[in-house]
């Protein structure tokens, strides 16, 4: 028995007037006209269907939780860490739920059904590890959510975080994480990503550091965490988040490092959001962007993805839990603005990001999970171009959030009455 058949769908790899029927939670055939009796029957119209939202760099410890105890004055990553660990003490583990339940919520109605998040450990009390578990199996039937044990305040600088990360893992959290640029000196920095990716290969585990989060030249943590993963075979488990500091590296330095990242099997997290509003907070003028840098990496094969990182949290006073804002960010800070490289922007926050979480069943094709996306868009450039409104979020082949198509009625004299800003379909082709 089908249990949901959508039709007339256009794929983000370009397919146009697909149907795709869903049975037992799992996709059973991607073709054209198939002619089936379902239980429930979409009409794509031509839409494009894509496979969930994916972000894989979050802190769900801290969402949704701006303005406690008070605001970031100065914007900078220093000032958010700092207010942070002025509001970690006052958390109760009911608030830190219930936020982030809450956040789960607006993450579905938007189609982001897989989130990697970090989970400060550098509370003794490891409250929000448990809080988050807690969300895991909760929120489980709805969102893929992975956990990484985060040092906030430095795996070797603050005197706990290292039985505490151990615990954290023990627990049962997911993968191994860090912040080498946070640590007291560069030598330490590298003893934590030394220690940091020992630790995951002594328990099978993945790696995604915190790594580079600065404007300095001169910080290459990148460059140990690469030397590590091919030293201990951890190639393919491993994520450099940030890298920003990589933006303003030196050119001939960075000619070096990227085929050695590449070579490594060490992929690259950008947060587009966050690095352009965290990023040159010292400079006067020019100010540098500081993400990091994205199209050079593509050239060398590395998988490369854009993360959300924060949303109304001491670090970043917006967010929507939209993945194609994040998108639209990257694209236009990365200047990647050819139909290939937009349509890469897409694929930033869907399947790279995916393959870099090692999600299981991912991905529009028979035998995959039942978890597809319905768009006001016609394609995946323009879902980025519109941030275009999720029609329909299916899991495991039932629909879990509906919203209408968007469009505004006019009352302008000999005009048209409607404008729906997914009609003006480009006329370039490819
Ligand atoms: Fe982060």
């Known amino acids: 028995m089908v249990e949901l058949l959508i039709t007339n769908a256009t794929l983000p790899d370009g397919r146009t007037g697909m149907d795709i029927a869903c049975v037992g939670g799992t996709i059973k055939a991607v073709e054209p006209g198939i002619n089936v009796t379902a239980g429930e029957v979409i009409d794509a119209a031509g839409r494009l269907v894509a496979p969930p939202l994916v972000d894989c760099h979050f802190h769900m410890d801290a969402t949704l939780s701006l303005g406690l105890p008070r605001l970031n004055e100065s914007g900078t990553l220093l000032e958010g860490i700092a207010l942070w660990g002025e509001l970690k003490p006052l958390l109760t583990q009911e608030a830190v739920i219930e936020r982030a339940m809450r956040y789960c919520d607006l993450a579905v109605s938007q189609g982001l059904l897989a989130i990697r998040t970090h989970v400060d450990v550098c509370d003794d009390r490891l409250l929000a590890v448990e809080a988050l578990l807690e969300v895991k199996r909760r929120i489980a039937p709805y969102i893929d959510l992975q956990l990484v044990a985060f040092p906030q305040d430095g795996y070797l600088r603050s005197p706990t975080a290292a039985a505490n990360l151990e615990r954290a893992l023990d627990m049962g959290v997911d993968i191994v994480g860090g912040i080498p640029h946070f640590e007291r000196t560069m030598a330490d920095g590298a003893e934590s990503v030394r220690r940091l990716c020992e630790i995951a290969e002594k328990r099978g585990l993945m790696v995604d550091?915190?790594?580079?989060?600065?404007?300095?030249?001169?910080?290459?943590?990148?460059?140990?965490l690469v030397y590590e993963t091919q030293r201990l075979g951890l190639g393919g488990r491993v994520a450099g988040s940030h890298l920003t500091s990589m933006h303003s590296m030196d050119n001939y330095y960075v000619s070096k490092l990227l085929p050695l990242m590449a070579e490594a099997g060490v992929a690259a997290i950008a947060n587009p959001l966050?690095?352009?509003?965290?990023?040159?907070?010292?400079?006067?003028?020019?100010?540098?962007r500081g993400q990091t840098r994205?199209?050079?990496?593509?050239?060398?094969?590395?998988?490369a993805a854009f993360g959300q990182d924060c949303v109304m949290d001491p670090w970043y006073s917006l967010g929507t839990a939209d993945m194609l804002d994040v998108a639209h960010m990257g694209l236009h800070v990365g200047q990647m603005t050819s139909r290939e490289a937009m349509r890469f922007c897409f694929e930033a926050v869907t399947t790279n990001p995916a393959e870099i979480m090692g999600l299981d069943g991912y991905g529009i094709a028979p035998g995959r999970n039942a978890d597809l996306v319905l768009f006001q868009a016609a394609d995946?450039?323009?879902?980025?171009?519109l941030r275009a409104r999720r029609l329909a979020v299916v899991r495991r082949g039932k629909v879990i959030a509906r919203s209408e198509p968007a469009t505004s009625t006019l009352t302008l004299e000999g005009r048209p009455a409607k404008v729906d800003p997914a009609s003006y379909a480009p006329h370039a082709a490819g």
Do not use: F, W
């Open 209 to 224: 550091l915190h790594c580079d989060e600065s404007d300095d030249p001169l910080s290459r943590h990148i460059e140990t």
């Open 274 to 288: 966050i690095n352009i509003v965290l990023q040159g907070r010292h400079d006067t003028y020019p100010k540098r």
């Open 294 to 303: 994205i199209p050079e990496m593509r050239k060398h094969g590395i998988i």
């Open 380 to 385: 995946a450039i323009e879902a980025v171009r």
